[in-house]
């Protein structure tokens, strides 16, 4: 019996120490804007983070930073709480596109849902993703708003250590 419970102990940490992995958490390096066909170096208070989770869809991003949560949806969302802008996430994604380029980057576009909630603050606005990764490493992430083509954003990414 004894043996049995330390198999239980086992599997459980096994499975915990694999939830643990599945999910990577990237900080922002670099931030560019493009607003109407100009690129610029941009800076956020705070750190931008992205974090995936292999359990869950592919393409599917976690998002926090106030400043470009409220940038990106440029204030639209009337929240009765404000802190509902520290974090988003890009769910239902729909693969739109894949390419590879000469240096091996490849380059996944989505389009799904931002989704900010927290209470009863509910907000969502279709967005358009761009995921840069070389062998399993996430590079960068570009995104706009669907139906604000004039505004992307780009970031380079670097693994939180």
Partial sequence: MRNY?????LLFFVS?????QSQKTL??????????EEWSDFKYAGQIVFSTNASNE???????????????????????NKATYSA?????PRKVSVTTDKQGVVNSTYEGTLIFQADKDYYSVIAVVTLLEKEGNMLGVKM???????REYA???KPNS
């Fill in 16 to 20: 915990v120490s694999h939830a643990q």
């Fill in 155 to 157: 970031f380079s990414l």
């Fill in 58 to 80: 592919e393409g599917t991003l976690r998002i926090g930073n106030y400043d470009f949560l409220y940038d990106i949806c440029e204030g639209k969302a009337k929240f009765a």
């Fill in 144 to 150: 706009h708003l669907k139906d604000n083509n004039a």
């Fill in 5 to 9: 419970y330390a198999l239980i102990l």
């Fill in 27 to 36: 900080v922002v390096d670099k931030a560019w804007v493009n607003d109407s």
């Fill in 88 to 92: 988003a996430e890009f769910a239902h």
